[in-house]
């Protein structure tokens, strides 16, 4: 479950503490009755000292031992629990220190606006609230994870897999997801605004495999054009592409891993190739040189937004680059994210009409999986 | 026929274990009722899991060390009784463990 504002603020880290306590008091305590069952087996030996005596001895040794493995069992559950209450509310005070200074970092919405300060500050401070609460849930299910671990409980079946492929943990991760060292800006551009957009779309290509307990990815791939499953395997996930906070996988990590498991040295030169690769689009079916900006912000824009990718054009010493679109500005100008992601300079930037005429070299709109074909 | 073993000093010790038995069922209860939180973490849900896992795996060794407490007491009772031999006594010690002979 991914924790929200209003529960990481109201955790209290004394119920975490007290359930350690208990454990450490019983552990304490089992610890001394195995001890008594120890010197039971100690003085059977002198009051029973024939074979039989023997057996008796060597049954209750066995019992104080395994009382004692008991005992044993509950200390890392309580040190577990204690560092896990640590870094909880290392992370709780951390989100009050942010509400102290901003507290729009408590509002569910964020509605863009024209002044790209005002839009660049809401943009960090949600891109922090969301990074405390994604290491926040972390922590929570590390420590739920560690719990059931250490005493090999079954854990129960998740329906979307490891990762949250919801609509709203697609979105949260497309807006934190980096490119990394892979240079595929235009892969990851284009997945960023399907994230975002169309959340179907990626569940078509990302499902997880409860019983292989791996991802199946489909995508088309360029060699046969026609769609390949790619297995991956959670484990042998890379640290990056991934969320720019955590430095966790997430679903554009998946999707890589796929695309290099298929083609180790493959180039995704631009959004075109990047939506046949993932939806079997072909480009020419995209018209990407001929669309106005008043339509990119009425489709950027729209409840339902489509998801639009934007390439800028090549200049002396700086090479074009692949921007997803993010929303529209209250004044029409488009927001629009960078690969590089959070923490990375300029990651977000507006663009209006005048700048979109200068700067734009191709735009590419997919759609929604739900209806009509790709532009 | 003379045996090595005090059935007085037996039973004491059977009373030992069954007192170990008894702090078992004492520290099951503990853990049933440990302190788990209903706050929406899902620490707190495992936690219900893992107190009633732990319960059972408390009360479960208390069920066996009550069982070897009450043998003890039987396999003394026995050498106070009869002259059984010694094979008779440590399969009758295994069976009131519930490990047959």
């Known amino acids: 479950m991914k924790l929200t504002v209003e529960a990481l603020l109201a955790f209290d880290p004394t119920h975490w503490r007290a359930a350690a306590e208990a454990l450490s008091a019983v552990a304490r305590g089992t610890q001394g009755t195995g001890g008594l069952l120890d010197e039971v087996a100690v003085r059977m030996g002198t009051a029973w000292s024939d074979e039989v005596g023997a057996m008796i001895v060597a049954r209750c040794r066995a019992h104080a031992e395994a009382v004692m493995g008991l005992a044993e069992v509950l200390a890392p559950l309580a040190d577990t629990l204690h560092a896990g209450a640590d870094a909880m509310s290392a992370c709780a005070d951390e989100l009050r220190a942010l509400l102290a200074v901003e507290p729009s970092a408590q509002a569910d919405s964020h509605a863009f606006t024209a002044d790209p300060q005002t839009l660049a500050r809401a943009d960090a401070v949600r891109s922090v609230t969301a990074s405390i609460l994604q290491r926040a849930t972390v922590v929570d299910r590390r420590v739920a994870a560690a719990l059931t671990g250490t005493l090999r409980l079954e854990t129960p079946t998740q329906d979307l897999g490891p990762l949250d492929l919801s609509g709203e943990g697609l979105a949260l991760a497309a807006d934190l997801t980096t490119q990394g060292p892979t240079g595929l800006d235009a892969w990851t551009a284009t997945l960023m605004s399907l994230g975002r957009s169309d959340p179907a779309a990626v569940n078509a290509d990302l499902a997880w495999d409860e019983e292989r307990q791996a991802y199946r990815v489909r995508l088309f791939d360029p060699g046969t054009d026609r769609p390949v499953e790619e297995i991956v395997d959670p484990q042998g996930l890379p640290e990056f592409p991934s969320n720019a906070m955590t430095q966790a996988p997430d679903f554009v990590a998946v999707l890589t891993q796929a695309l290099r498991q298929r083609h180790p040295d493959l180039d995704v030169p631009d959004a075109p190739a990047a939506a046949w690769m993932l939806l079997g689009v072909e480009a020419s079916q995209l018209c990407d040189d001929e669309v106005s900006f008043s339509e990119i912000l009425e489709r950027a824009g729209a409840e339902r937004p489509d998801a639009v990718i934007i390439s800028t054009k090549s200049t002396p010493g700086q090479a074009g680059e692949h921007w997803s679109v993010a929303g529209v500005t209250s004044d029409g100008s488009l927001v629009l994210r960078h690969p590089n992601g959070p923490g990375y300079p300029h990651p977000v930037r507006t663009l209006d009409e005048g700048a979109y005429r200068r700067i734009v070299d191709g735009v590419v709109i997919l759609p929604h999986s739900g209806g009509g074909g790709a532009r | ?101």
């Open chain 2, 1 to 101: 026929m003379t045996r090595e073993v005090h059935p007085g000093q037996v039973h004491a010790l059977a009373d030992l274990t069954a007192e170990a038995a008894q702090e078992l069922v004492g520290q099951a209860g503990e853990l049933s009722g440990l302190p788990v939180g209903d706050d929406g973490f899902e620490t707190g849900a495992v936690l219900h899991r893992v107190a009633e896992d732990l319960a059972r795996r408390w009360a479960d060794q208390a069920d066996d060390t009550s069982r070897l407490a009450d043998a003890i007491h039987d396999s003394a009772a026995a050498v106070e009784r009869t002259e059984a031999s010694n094979t008779e006594l440590a399969q009758g010690f295994l069976r009131g463990l519930g490990g047959g002979a």
